[in-house]
């Protein structure tokens, strides 16, 4: 099984290799920490870069704009479908190699709605991978009414499954091939468990509830095909099953917005109140540390003698920062299970397997939080990005980034009367209020490079220097960054109130 890039393929892998990578890159990242030995973290601490570090700016303003715009992307609606989305734009930057982030966009065929994502991978790219591939599937069919629910459990032991799905294709995104068979087996599996539960519901908000349903149910088939059975594995289940994924994701339809968040990325609403400020209103918490109230979710899941080990330097049994995450089976595993892999690999890495205090397994859930949103014409746009933006900028600042983007992008186009009849005065409102906005015209022609440009440190200097840092040590000063920005249709969501 390989990981094909659009422009062809990855990377090749012998099973060794692969195992190694599985005990050694997925299970943890090393850091030699000066002649006192090893030390083994997920995440280790981020380096402070000081100012007379020695560096200087080596790409001149093209040469920046080339590497930022590599992977972008745009789609507007055009009057293709009626929504309240009107368009998303998205960009990516590496600080991985390969990029362990993902991300995800989709057009439900059978429902009326729109899915939209990011997905943040650590300890390795294979569970980010697999989700991107998968969760999307999980949702849409959770999504469906009974008698559609019924026809598509049929149509899936068959040579042509109804589908669920248009998606969107990035440029650089990876693809699967051939797509493991396990997977439509797991999701057939799914899908007659829904059916069988189908009208036990709670009516409150079925969406959420389906959604919910869709992470868990993917988290587990994960867990489970990664399981050995008679002393044999799949090696590509195992490799998806112990690196892990944070997961934001957003399902639109009609004037319905829900976030679902398991996992350190964030969305937010950008709002224009009646003042002319925008403001960001919050659709997801980071389920981290600095979160009160997951802290106490976690410790309280466990008994109080484990309460000084579940939570050890911010970080869980003194491991991995985000809280919730799909795979990272290593936390959920029972410690027979963990035991039972570590016998049947047995290599000189395998026994790191196991986390120091783990006693009362699960420690980590992939079940998300999920809010709810009505639409209205004062929100402009949703960001949703990972964590390698929001380590940089707040809420406001990166809605006042977009704002303020969205204001200045007019002046990139000619002055046109709307209106062959308008008075003199009314024009000379529109080009002043645009003279106030040329400040703002940013030299981006894509809202999500916008916002990387500004969260690498804006000015040229600073910029350069974040692009060019060896490959082998950027990873301490800056993360992966996804970011999908969806725009709302304001006259559209003002018609349909």
Same mark, same amino acid.
């Given at each position: 099984?390989?990981?094909?890039?659009?422009?062809?393929?990855?990377?090749?892998?012998?099973?060794?290799?692969?195992?190694?990578?599985?005990?050694?890159?997925?299970?943890?990242?090393?850091?030699? !920490?000066?002649?006192?030995?090893?030390?083994?973290?997920? &995440?280790?601490?981020? /380096?402070?870069? @000081?100012? =007379?570090?020695?560096?200087?700016?080596?790409? %001149?303003?093209?040469?920046?704009?080339?590497?930022?715009?590599?992977?972008?992307?745009?789609?507007?609606?055009?009057?293709?479908? %009626?929504?309240?989305?009107?368009?998303?734009?998205?960009?990516? /930057?590496?600080? =991985?190699?390969?990029?362990?982030?993902?991300?995800?966009?989709? #057009?439900?065929?059978? +429902?009326?709605?729109?899915?939209?994502?990011?997905?943040?991978?650590?300890?390795?790219?294979?569970?980010?991978?697999?989700?991107?591939?998968?969760?999307?599937?999980?949702?849409?069919?959770?999504?469906?009414?009974? #008698?559609?629910?019924?026809?598509?459990?049929?149509?899936?032991?068959?040579?042509?499954?109804?589908?669920?799905?248009?998606?969107?294709?990035?440029?650089?995104?990876?693809?699967?091939?051939?797509?493991?068979?396990?997977?439509?087996?797991?999701? !057939?599996?799914?899908?007659?468990?829904?059916?069988?539960? %189908?009208?036990?519901?709670?009516?409150?908000?079925?969406?959420?509830?389906?959604?919910?349903?869709?992470?868990?149910?993917?988290?587990?088939?994960?867990?489970?095909?990664?399981?050995?059975?008679?002393?044999?594995?799949?090696?590509?289940?195992?490799?998806?099953?112990?690196?892990?994924?944070?997961?934001?994701?957003?399902?639109?339809?009609?004037?319905?917005?829900?976030?679902?968040?398991?996992?350190?990325?964030?969305?937010?609403?950008?709002?224009?109140?009646?003042?002319?400020?925008?403001?960001?209103?919050?659709?997801?918490?980071?389920?981290?540390?600095?979160?009160?109230?997951?802290?106490?979710?976690?410790?309280?899941?466990?008994?109080?003698?484990?309460?000084?080990?579940?939570?050890?330097?911010?970080?869980?049994?003194?491991?991995?920062?985000?809280?919730? $995450?799909?795979?990272?089976?290593?936390?959920?595993?029972?410690? #027979?299970?963990?035991? =039972?892999?570590?016998?049947?690999?047995? !290599?000189?890495?395998?026994?790191?397997?196991?986390?120091?205090?783990?006693? !009362?397994? @699960?420690?980590? *859930?992939?079940?998300?939080?999920?809010?709810?949103?009505?639409?209205?014409?004062?929100?402009?746009?949703?960001?949703?990005?990972?964590?390698? *933006?929001?380590?940089?900028?707040?809420?406001?600042?990166?809605? #006042?980034?977009?704002?303020?983007?969205?204001?200045?992008?007019?002046?990139?186009?000619? &002055?046109?009367? +709307?209106?062959?009849?308008?008075?003199?005065?009314?024009?000379?409102?529109?080009?002043?209020?645009?003279?106030?906005?040329?400040?703002?015209?940013?030299?981006?022609?894509?809202?999500?490079?916008?916002?990387?440009?500004?969260?690498?440190?804006?000015?040229?200097?600073?910029?350069?220097?974040?692009?060019?840092? @060896? $490959?082998?040590?950027?990873?301490?000063?800056?993360?992966?960054? +996804?970011?999908?920005?969806?725009?709302?249709?304001?006259?559209?969501?003002?018609?349909?109130?």
């Amino acid at each position: 099984m390989a990981l094909v890039h659009s422009a062809g393929p990855l990377w090749s892998r012998s099973r060794p290799a692969l195992l190694r990578k599985v005990v050694r890159h997925c299970l943890f990242r090393t850091i030699i !920490t000066g002649g006192k030995g090893t030390k083994l973290e997920m &995440f280790p601490q981020k /380096l402070v870069l @000081p100012e =007379n570090h020695g560096y200087v700016p080596t790409l %001149s303003p093209r040469e920046i704009s080339m590497l930022l715009t590599t992977n972008e992307a745009r789609f507007m609606n055009d009057g293709h479908w %009626s929504s309240a989305v009107q368009g998303f734009e998205s960009n990516q /930057l590496a600080s =991985n190699y390969p990029i362990e982030d993902r991300r995800a966009v989709a #057009q439900l065929t059978q +429902t009326d709605g729109s899915l939209f994502s990011v997905i943040d991978g650590h300890g390795g790219m294979a569970c980010a991978q697999a989700v991107t591939e998968r969760l999307f599937y999980y949702v849409a069919a959770s999504l469906l009414p009974y #008698q559609h629910l019924e026809a598509y459990s049929h149509s899936l032991r068959t040579d042509l499954p109804i589908e669920l799905l248009g998606w969107h294709k990035f440029n650089n995104a990876y693809r699967r091939d051939p797509v493991p068979p396990t997977y439509r087996n797991s999701l !057939t599996k799914f899908v007659v468990e829904s059916l069988s539960l %189908s009208g036990l519901e709670d009516d409150v908000d079925l969406v959420a509830n389906s959604i919910k349903s869709a992470f868990i149910g993917l988290d587990s088939d994960i867990s489970s095909e990664a399981m050995p059975v008679a002393g044999v594995f799949d090696v590509d289940a195992l490799d998806a099953a112990f690196s892990g994924a944070c997961v934001c994701m957003a399902h639109v339809s009609g004037l319905d917005l829900h976030v679902a968040n398991s996992g350190d990325s964030r969305a937010v609403i950008g709002q224009l109140n009646d003042k002319g400020q925008w403001v960001a209103k919050r659709m997801s918490v980071d389920q981290n540390v600095d979160n009160e109230a997951e802290v106490k979710r976690v410790v309280s899941s466990h008994p109080p003698a484990e309460a000084r080990h579940v939570l050890k330097n911010s970080r869980l049994l003194g491991q991995l920062v985000p809280l919730r $995450a799909f795979g990272d089976v290593r936390f959920k595993w029972s410690l #027979q299970e963990l035991k =039972n892999l570590v016998n049947l690999l047995d !290599t000189t890495y395998v026994h790191s397997i196991v986390p120091t205090n783990y006693y !009362t397994p @699960p420690y980590l *859930i992939a079940t998300p939080d999920v809010m709810h949103h009505r639409l209205t014409p004062a929100d402009r746009f949703l960001v949703m990005a990972t964590d390698g *933006i929001w380590e940089t900028m707040s809420n406001s600042r990166v809605v #006042q980034l977009v704002g303020e983007y969205i204001e200045g992008k007019e002046t990139h186009d000619h &002055f046109k009367p +709307t209106d062959s009849g308008t008075k003199l005065g009314e024009i000379n409102s529109v080009l002043l209020k645009r003279k106030a906005t040329l400040a703002r015209k940013a030299d981006d022609h894509n809202v999500s490079t916008h916002l990387i440009r500004h969260a690498l440190g804006a000015d040229h200097g600073k910029v350069s220097e974040m692009l060019t840092l @060896p $490959a082998d040590i950027v990873r301490y000063y800056r993360d992966d960054m +996804t970011i999908v920005v969806v725009y709302f249709d304001s006259e559209y969501i003002a018609s349909h109130q």
